[in-house]
């Protein structure tokens, strides 16, 4: 397979988008982030090339406000595209007063590289395809790659030093200049709207960890193509920027056009959500009134009450747990103890994380009989309560 580090991580955010974008190829339309990152990524390409001097802040303006990506291509309000507009300019001012090109080495501007990964286990060579922003030589044998990011959300530096994407782009140097220690690559995100750098430097092992990482995601995929197994729609606060949304499974009903939706689903979607309510309502008082009538049983002495509806009545229950440490030296000696170890999934989840890697990989890719099923959720609209439940 020949993908991304982008697509892959479109996959475990949602398989149902990865569906969409890589398999499908429906054409996506881009979001106002994703053109305006992509705008800024180029300023800032422009301000790194010597041409044959770098250009200054002034002429980057001009260069950034001439190359605005045009009103037709985003849609966008007047409002938006001017706060779009002067965040852009804020970025570019700041980061050029921190960041003077002429004080930096830098040896490639969006450069492509492919890491190619081998599937043992099927005989077969995947290819990770990725860019990187900018690669600064920072001493004999030093280099660090810098990615920046337009979004609003500082990370954290642990998500820093755990980021898959930066050991890629590790792995993406190595490929290109083999003789570089891993520990003499510096990888950087470089948060713009914050004009902060945040940079880590991996150990051998956790750059190999991204290999491994992207093959689990590629097989899980390829296996899912093979079995025709449905790519589940993960619905979540990044769906407000997906543009399938429209079509997704998982919102498209929210866009019915009402005449041309076949079949009157309406009626039973009403009468469905209002035993819903009533059952919730019903739940909360049945609680509240077990609560007084076991308050009213204790003050009196009573463990059942009578009247013309029925009886309610109230038993002290006793639940134990073995110790089965225990329970194994009773029962070895007789030879019952392999009766209660009957194996149940349960069982093997628990057992599975302290098992070893090779034997919890073996257990995933033979052991494993796959189950597809619906489970119906209802989310009720939030409402006063009324009277005094
Ligand atoms: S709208 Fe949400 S759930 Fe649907 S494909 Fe996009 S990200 Fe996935």
Redesign the pocket.
């Known amino acids: 397979m020949r993908t991304s580090y982008s697509s892959l991580q479109t996959y475990k955010?949602?398989p149902?988008?990865y569906k969409?974008q890589e398999i499908d190829r429906v054409p996506a339309k881009k979001s106002i982030e994703a053109i305006f990152g992509t705008h800024i990524h180029g300023v800032l390409k422009r301000m790194f090339e010597k041409d044959p001097l770098f250009p200054t802040l002034d002429e980057l303006l001009d260069y950034y406000r001439a190359n605005w990506p045009a009103k037709e291509k985003i849609g966008w309000d007047e409002t938006t595209e001017n706060i779009y507009r002067e965040e852009g300019v804020k970025m570019i001012k700041n980061f050029y007063a921190k960041n003077a090109p002429w004080n930096f080495n830098v040896v490639d501007l969006e450069s492509r590289f492919e890491v190619l990964i081998p599937d043992e286990k099927h005989g077969t060579t995947h290819v990770l395809a990725g860019k990187i922003d900018r690669i600064d030589k920072i001493g004999e044998n030093e280099f660090e790659v810098i990615d920046y990011k337009t979004a609003k959300r500082l990370s954290s530096q642990d998500s820093v030093n755990h980021d898959l994407q930066l050991s890629l782009y590790g792995l993406g140097l190595k490929k290109r200049w083999p003789h570089l220690k891993t520990e003499n690559i510096k990888l950087s995100l470089y948060f713009l709207k914050h004009q902060e750098k945040l940079s880590t430097i991996k150990t051998e092992k956790e750059i190999e960890a991204t290999t491994e990482d992207a093959l689990g995601t590629i097989e899980e995929i390829e296996k899912k193509l093979a079995a025709n197994e449905r790519f589940e729609?993960?619905?979540?606060a990044?769906?407000d920027w997906?543009s399938?949304?429209p079509i997704?499974?998982?919102?498209k009903h929210l866009y019915r056009n009402r005449q041309q939706t076949t079949g009157n689903i309406e009626p039973i979607l009403k009468e469905y959500f209002a035993l819903k309510k009533e059952e919730q309502k019903n739940e909360q008082r049945l609680k509240e009134l077990q609560k007084e009538i076991g308050t009213y049983m204790d003050a009196q002495g009573f463990d059942r009450l009578f009247n013309e509806e029925g009886v309610v009545s109230r038993k002290l229950q006793k639940r134990v747990s073995y110790d089965f440490e225990k329970i194994r030296h009773i029962l070895e000696p007789i030879g019952k103890w392999q009766d209660i170890l009957d194996a149940d999934d349960k069982k093997l989840k628990n057992m599975m994380s302290g098992l070893p890697q090779d034997i919890q990989e073996r257990i995933q890719f033979e052991g494993i009989i796959p189950k597809e099923f619906f489970v119906m959720t209802t989310t009720l609209k939030k409402q006063k309560m009324e009277g005094n439940l």
């Not at 997704?248 to 919102?251: E, F, K, M």
């Open positions: 955010q949602c149902q988008k969409f729609p993960i619905p979540s990044l769906c997906c399938y949304k997704c499974p998982a919102w």
